[in-house]
């Protein structure tokens, strides 16, 4: 005795097996777990944004101690950083009437403020009177404000009066302006 299945549920039920396999398939392959957020995912979460934001902090005496520009500023949830973009930082040390300029694209403050990482085309100079200005540039510079320090190792052009100075790593005590080139030190003056 032969059974005979229609055609038509034969391929029905080829199709049905089909769509089940995929759906297996599918369920092992893309878990509803794997739509949760990754913990590189979560730690970037911030919590509120500023933009053109002006931060100016005193001392003890009333005095400035530094002001702070940004384009726009994003604090983390997870770890408490500030992202910056284009941050400016007038710093003032000690009894010095010039502050320290700095300037670059990005910036990354901690969350107790006591380092900031900043990058992109970084500029350092002081302006002081009656003396020519240092112009310090590089790819990237660590600040400890609390310390008054500031240090890269990166490479460091150095630009003052006549002279260009490059090396690579850097380390700048700011209150009395004394500053370590660490290595590769190579000069160019000019002589008038």
């Not at 200005?133 to 008054?148: E, I, N, V, Y």
């Amino acid at each position: 005795m032969k059974l005979s299945v229609p055609r038509y549920l034969l391929t029905g039920l080829l199709v049905l097996l089909g769509v089940v396999l995929a759906l297996s398939m599918g369920y092992w392959n893309i878990r509803p777990a794997s739509f949760a957020p990754t913990s590189s995912q979560a730690a970037a979460r911030p919590d509120f944004y500023i933009d053109n934001a002006r931060i100016q902090a005193l001392n003890e005496q009333g005095k400035t101690t530094y002001e702070l520009t940004t384009t726009h500023a994003i604090h983390q949830v997870e770890d408490g950083s500030t992202h910056l973009e284009q941050p400016k930082l007038l710093f003032y040390r000690g009894e010095e009437p010039a502050p320290w300029l700095l300037e670059a694209d990005e910036g990354l403050v901690t969350e107790k403020g006591d380092r900031v990482d900043l990058s992109s085309n970084v500029l350092l100079q002081q302006e002081i009177a009656n003396q020519p200005a240092r112009r310090l540039t590089s790819s990237a510079l660590t600040l400890f404000p609390a310390r008054d320090y500031a240090e890269t190792d990166q490479e460091v052009k150095i630009e003052a009066a006549r002279s260009v100075t490059t090396a690579t790593g850097m380390q700048l005590f700011l209150n009395d302006g004394r500053l370590q080139l660490l290595s590769t030190v190579r000069g160019q003056h000019e002589v008038r």
